[in-house]
């Protein structure tokens, strides 16, 4: 097993910048596939960004690609979420989830695929 905890929400202005960091517990991070998902009122999951066990592959929702980059650093046993050129509809609860699979197809963007769940961290973009 593996527990999540997230850290860097907040509020900002469009246009801005924020970094989401997941600090992971136990020895087998490296083992997991990570996903940012983001979950906005009244509106359906959504996995923004995702990242291979190694880092190698990533994987971006078109609604952020070019804004958003997702890395990880096995060492430190977190995974990051570069978020830039807010928009006030990247308003949402941030998850960061986990995944023990294989980085095959494309079951790391559905939100639906992932066993491990931090509490979320909150972040608002005003316009």
């Known amino acids: 097993q593996v527990q999540l905890v997230e850290s860097g929400g907040g509020l900002v202005q469009a246009g801005g910048s924020l970094r989401l960091s997941c600090a992971a517990s136990?020895?087998?991070?490296?083992?997991?596939?990570m996903g940012w998902i983001r979950q906005a009122p009244g509106k359906e999951r959504e996995c923004v960004a995702a990242?291979?066990?190694?880092?190698?592959?990533?994987y971006y929702a078109d609604s952020v690609k070019g804004r958003f980059t997702i890395s990880r650093d096995n060492a430190k046993n977190t995974v990051y979420l570069q978020m830039n050129s807010l928009k006030p509809e990247d308003t949402a609860v941030y998850y960061c989830?986990?995944?023990?699979?294989?980085?095959?197809?494309?079951?790391?963007?559905?939100?639906?695929?992932?066993?491990?769940w931090g509490q979320g961290t909150q972040v608002t973009v005003s316009s």
């Open positions: 990242i291979s066990y190694t880092g190698a592959s990533t």
């Open positions: 989830a986990a995944e023990r699979s294989q980085w095959v197809g494309s079951w790391y963007s559905n939100p639906n695929e992932y066993d491990y």
């Open positions: 136990g020895r087998t991070f490296s083992s997991y596939a």
